[in-house]
């Protein structure tokens, strides 16, 4: 069991802090927008904050979480929407930490009676950093007189971060019921290479994501389905070979929604390798100005029982801090 922990751990770093990296992701993607897509920045068509916890793999020491929080809002007199982001990222097993801090803003056009289009772009400055003390690299071992030195001339051993400038670019575009966007993060492909003089390119993460409205409410009103909504999503990833396709459905019922996702990898990389990896519960609540999100990935692939993964989100509205009351149309085809 301890090898196959420490070929996860190995995997998971791999895979959030190399070339062909996947970033930090959460299953409820719709509660957390700014971090998904850049043009969500003022979408709402108010102020509003978010914010997101994600927790992973309790079990063998090897916890992963998660953490986003963010504040957007709207003018109409820039016809714009800005905003600030802020996320971590932290491995307990490998001691790998990631934090990051954005501006976005989006620019509102709209293209005819119906259909609004939203470009957007974000600038970031990011911090990579790992506890490469903690290992036991070769020129430690001394096989002589076997023993372990606590010094290493390997040129990672003392080079534990590396500072970085982030672009991205993305577009909303959305009706009453249907919304469709997308978003490249790392567009600049950031060297974050640990050692000196190296040059590991980020790769560029690739987003396509969006929803589809369906109204349940019933004909005659002054019943308990009076506002009842089912909504279509989807979000597919992709960062170098490694991609993720999540799809499911969330029920809204006035202040009560309860969604399933199922997260699943659409090319394989090793030919019986899973195609679903985990199936995802979601209830969410809405109460005054506060919806919260709480969601469960039950995983279903090979990997085994690592502890299970854990969200949950938080979101707050208030009044528009420029321009008085005035806002776009206010998307109503995404549950957040």
């Known amino acids: 069991m301890k090898s196959k922990l420490i070929i996860i751990c190995l995997l998971t770093l791999i895979f959030c802090g190399s070339t062909a990296a996947q970033d930090p992701i959460f299953t409820q993607f719709h509660s957390i927008p700014i971090l998904l897509n850049p043009s969500f920045s003022g979408a709402s068509g108010n102020s509003r904050m978010n914010s997101g916890y994600r927790l992973?793999?309790?079990?063998?020491?090897?916890?992963?979480?998660?953490?986003?929080?963010?504040?957007?809002?709207?003018?109409?007199?820039?016809?714009?929407?800005?905003?600030?982001?802020?996320r971590n990222h932290t491995e307990e097993f490998t001691k790998y930490n990631f934090t990051q801090l954005d501006l976005s803003y989006s620019y509102h056009v709209k293209?005819?009676?119906?259909?609004?289009?939203?470009?957007?772009?974000?600038?970031?400055?990011?911090?990579?950093?790992?506890?490469?003390?903690?290992?036991?690299?070769g020129d430690q071992i001394d096989i002589v007189n076997g023993s372990v030195n606590q010094t290493s001339i390997d040129p990672l051993f003392n080079s534990n971060q590396v500072h970085f400038v982030d672009a991205s670019t993305s577009f909303l575009l959305y009706n009453e019921k249907i919304w469709l966007g997308a978003s490249i993060k790392h567009l600049n492909r950031p060297n974050i290479s640990f050692s000196n003089g190296g040059n590991l390119p980020l790769s560029m993460f690739f987003s396509l994501h969006g929803g589809y409205l369906i109204s349940l409410s019933p004909k005659y009103r002054n019943t308990i389905f009076d506002d009842t909504n089912l909504f279509l999503t989807f979000n597919y990833m992709q960062q170098s070979l490694y991609n993720r396709l999540d799809f499911g459905v969330q029920i809204e019922i006035e202040n009560l929604s309860l969604g399933i996702l199922?997260?699943?990898?659409?090319?394989?990389?090793?030919?019986?390798?899973?195609?679903?990896?985990?199936?995802?519960?979601?209830?969410?609540?809405?109460?005054?100005?506060?919806k919260v999100g709480i969601s469960n990935d039950f995983n279903t692939s090979n990997i085994g029982k690592m502890?299970?993964?854990?969200?949950?989100?938080?979101?707050?509205?208030?009044?528009?801090?420029?321009?008085?009351?005035k806002r776009p149309r206010r998307l109503k085809c995404i549950p957040y």
Not at 57 to 79: P, R, V
Not at 126 to 136: E, P, T, V
Not at 263 to 281: E, G, Q, R
């Open 262 to 290: 199922a997260s699943t990898i659409p090319t394989k990389m090793v030919a019986n390798s899973h195609t679903l990896s985990s199936v995802n519960a979601i209830v969410g609540f809405k109460f005054s100005q506060f």
């Open 56 to 86: 992973q793999w309790l079990d063998y020491g090897n916890k992963i979480t998660t953490q986003f929080a963010s504040f957007d809002t709207w003018s109409e007199s820039l016809n714009s929407g800005v905003g600030i982001s802020i």
């Open 307 to 325: 502890g299970g993964t854990y969200e949950i989100t938080l979101q707050y509205n208030f009044e528009n801090i420029f321009d008085g009351f």
């Open 111 to 137: 293209l005819t009676r119906d259909w609004t289009f939203l470009p957007g772009l974000s600038i970031g400055y990011g911090i990579k950093s790992f506890n490469f003390q903690g290992m036991l690299l």
